[in-house]
């Protein structure tokens, strides 16, 4: 059994990204959300592990052969996994009625990896379609510029940038885990309204507008190109559209609640009022949860959708199928030749069938 479903809320408990402060009477329910957390956050580890870990590998054979756009891939993944490390230690404080049951430096940690993780995810995917943009609308132009070591200088300073943005983490006393919570939505002062106003422009807005054209520009030419079969076209319009609406999905509801939070510190009494802080609070903590979901399906999403890594997925698949049906296990070197012969066509047969649906 669960603790009671609702819990006096703090007036010490203060969010990093959050804002408004519920009065001292004011309670809050901690119960609504734990079910659709935890389911939430199992489906994504259960998807979001395998998927990028197999991702990780093959982007990495992407880099050794010189592919630029393999760099933000790499680099993605590896992000999205550390990002789903964390969310473990998440769902056990949410299943346990937002109970912190380890130490204050591990509830700061683990913070800090979650929000640097998901903000250097989204700076990423900027990178990705700007990239993809310049290799598509200016395909001799870039040849000079899209090189390795710009997009290894390009990611090593967002990581850099995102991580020292993030260091005021360790010192603030909202992770000190006072009274059980770490990191909850608590007190609105000027410098978290600040932060809130910067990860709606920075960390949503920009992107999304970044996003949106670069992935326009992408379609608008792959449509009006007559060197590509149709089917090549349809992937690449269903891409175009994924990338936007999955990033609406996954990020929209959560750095909208945040400008909503931002208002309110300039409204005294809509911020004072415990019906507000009641009603916004299980939206946030899903939202919160639902950018998660994003970090599952970039590997299917962005990795998947590479011509390059379907072909090293083919590869691997072929070699998976020839040695699965290789069984050398007569002693009659007839009988030997026969049957490897045997495998051999049907590997071939394979590997056409696999070409085959690629369109």
Known sequence: MHEPTTIQTSLAATNLTTGSTPEPSCVLNYENDRVPLVVLYSVVLVIGVPANIVTVYLTFLQVLRKNVLGIYLLSLSMCDLMYLCTLPMWADYVNTAHRWRWSPMACKVTGYFFFNNMYISILLLCCISSDRYVAVVYALESRGVRRQKLAVGVTLTIVLVVFLGHTPVFTMPEGDVQEGRCFEPGQSTPTVTGFNYARFLIGFFVPLVILVVTNRGILVNVQA???????????????????????LGCFAPYHLILLVRAVTFHIPKLQKTCH??????????????????????????YVLSSDNIRKELRRAFTRIRWLTTLQPRSTDSSQHRMHNSKNSSEVVVAAREVEKQVC
């Open 276 to 301: 507000f802080e009641q009603s916004i609070y299980t939206p946030y903590t899903i939202s919160l949860g639902l950018s998660t979901f994003n970090s599952a399906i970039n590997p299917i999403l």
């Open 225 to 247: 190109s007559t060197g590509l079969r149709p089917c090549q076209k349809k992937r690449v319009r269903y891409l175009a559209y994924g990338v936007v609406f999955l990033f």
